[in-house]
């Protein structure tokens, strides 16, 4: 394809009709053998000080699903659901692929995203959250592999955060309500609503978002969404999960296994587990809950069953066209669905999300 000749979607900017010719979806990837695994866990904490044992803690978990995170396919089946979408829907968009920690990396994708003569890119991101790892990370790949490749590159502007999309939001909902149909319907009353996130340093919690804590308010706000539409006459917290780093540094607390602990001691009899901070059912999700959460329950002697991510549910899919349309048609502003409160923009401040020193 020659450069340029691919202007297929315009969107009204503060300088004019911006044109994109191609989508990107960018994801955290994941190792798809066992000799991955821990080359993988070694991209994905370099510069983080995690000790060694709590590597080789983590690459046990892959190796306990045979070296293979579900993530890297989660991803194909969202590709070929998305792509089908467009076509259906009249989005002439190419769509890409490209990893933060694993193939494929984002910086190949971007080289061939040029040689296909592509100059400005939109890209969907697989998290629905502000704060570093959920937002500015992903920006800072963008930028380290668009300089990898070259004054060439194309142009790529993330799409906005999605944590109150009803495409978000309302699988969310059908997952809880599913979950709680296989407990005990006479025991619904002591039943306990536990939605999880991947838990962060407090440093990045309070740095999320151009004022603070953006992370801990969009999670709330998702989770007040689905209670109130779910379960509103169940109790329900938001807890956190698959915490890594350094012992000394703070992290957002309880864990869900601490937390589910507690809940005996309240008459809490059932639990459903909705890990409402994730789009797919990777590695985090299978093995930090379904693994180890539901050991923990059988134990206290709670019953347990885990909510569903929204995965490739036809609304979670059709709500990646929406983001686009929002950029690329005129009308954009007046397209946006939203279910909740907190301020939402396009385009992040530069100063958002500016992660804390890391102690020494």
Same mark, same amino acid.
């Given at each position: 394809?020659?450069?340029?000749? %691919?202007?297929?979607?315009?969107?009204?900017?503060?300088?004019?009709?911006?044109?994109? &010719?191609?989508?990107?979806?960018?994801?955290?990837?994941?190792?798809?053998?066992?000799?991955?695994?821990?080359?993988?866990?070694? #991209?994905?904490?370099?510069?983080?000080?995690?000790?060694?044992?709590?590597?080789?803690?983590?690459?046990?978990?892959?190796?306990?699903? *045979?070296?293979?995170?579900?993530? #890297?396919?989660?991803?194909?089946?969202?590709?070929?659901?998305?792509?089908?979408? =467009?076509?259906?829907?009249?989005?002439?968009?190419?769509?890409?692929? *490209?990893?933060? #920690?694993?193939?494929?990396?984002?910086?190949? @994708?971007?080289?061939?995203?040029?040689?296909?003569?592509?100059?400005?890119?939109?890209?969907?991101?697989?998290?629905?959250?502000?704060?570093?790892?959920?937002?500015?990370?992903?920006?800072?790949?963008?930028?380290?592999?668009?300089?990898?490749?070259?004054?060439?590159?194309?142009?790529?502007?993330?799409?906005?955060?999605?944590?109150?999309?009803?495409?978000?939001?309302? $699988?969310?909902?059908?997952?809880?309500? @599913?979950?709680?149909?296989?407990?005990?319907?006479?025991?619904?009353?002591?039943?306990?609503?536990?939605? !999880?996130?991947?838990?962060? $340093? !407090?440093?990045?919690?309070?740095?999320?978002?151009?004022?603070?804590?953006?992370?801990?308010?969009?999670?709330?706000?998702?989770?007040?969404?689905?209670?109130?539409?779910?379960?509103?006459?169940?109790?329900?917290?938001?807890?956190?999960?698959?915490?890594?780093?350094?012992?000394?540094?703070?992290?957002?607390?309880?864990?869900? #296994?601490?937390?589910?602990?507690?809940?005996?001691?309240?008459?809490?009899?059932?639990?459903?587990?909705?890990?409402?901070g994730f789009v797919s059912?990777?590695?985090?999700?299978?093995?930090?809950?379904? !693994?180890?959460?539901?050991?923990?329950?059988?134990?206290?002697g709670l019953d347990f069953?885990?909510?569903?991510?929204?995965?490739?549910?036809?609304? =979670?899919?059709?709500?990646?066209?929406?983001?686009? %349309?929002?950029?690329?048609? $005129?009308?954009?502003?007046?397209?946006?669905?939203?279910? *909740? &409160?907190?301020?939402?923009?396009? @385009?992040?401040?530069?100063?958002?999300?500016?992660?804390?020193?890391?102690?020494?």
């Amino acid at each position: 394809m020659a450069r340029g000749r %691919r202007q297929v979607a315009e969107a009204s900017g503060k300088n004019g009709a911006m044109a994109y &010719d191609a989508m990107v979806l960018v994801s955290f990837g994941g190792p798809e053998r066992p000799e991955d695994v821990m080359p993988f866990l070694q #991209n994905v904490t370099r510069g983080r000080g995690v000790p060694p044992e709590r590597l080789a803690e983590v690459a046990e978990h892959y190796q306990h699903f *045979g070296g293979v995170s579900p993530i #890297n396919q989660q991803c194909r089946d969202l590709l070929a659901a998305v792509r089908d979408d =467009f076509a259906a829907n009249g989005v002439d968009l190419p769509i890409y692929w *490209g990893n933060r #920690n694993w193939d494929p990396m984002l910086a190949d @994708t971007v080289a061939q995203m040029r040689d296909d003569g592509v100059e400005r890119a939109l890209a969907f991101v697989t998290s629905a959250l502000g704060g570093y790892s959920s937002c500015r990370q992903y920006q800072e790949d963008i930028a380290a592999a668009r300089a990898a490749v070259g004054p060439d590159a194309p142009v790529i502007e993330k799409l906005r955060q999605f944590w109150d999309h009803p495409g978000f939001v309302e $699988p969310h909902v059908d997952a809880v309500r @599913t979950a709680l149909a296989q407990l005990d319907p006479a025991r619904r009353d002591s039943t306990r609503i536990v939605f !999880t996130a991947h838990s962060i $340093p !407090t440093s990045a919690a309070a740095a999320a978002g151009p004022h603070g804590g953006r992370y801990e308010a969009q999670l709330a706000e998702t989770a007040r969404l689905v209670h109130a539409a779910a379960a509103p006459d169940l109790a329900y917290d938001l807890v956190w999960q698959s915490r890594s780093g350094p012992p000394q540094v703070p992290w957002l607390e309880p864990d869900v #296994n601490d937390h589910l602990v507690e809940l005996p001691g309240q008459g809490v009899t059932g639990v459903v587990v909705s890990p409402i901070g994730f789009v797919s059912d990777h590695l985090e999700v299978v093995w930090d809950l379904d !693994t180890e959460a539901r050991e923990t329950a059988k134990q206290l002697g709670l019953d347990f069953a885990r909510a569903a991510t929204p995965g490739t549910d036809p609304r =979670f899919v059709a709500m990646v066209r929406e983001l686009v %349309r929002e950029r690329t048609d $005129p009308a954009g502003a007046t397209l946006r669905r939203r279910l *909740g &409160d907190l301020p939402m923009w396009d @385009t992040c401040p530069t100063d958002c999300c500016v992660p804390a020193r890391r102690p020494s």
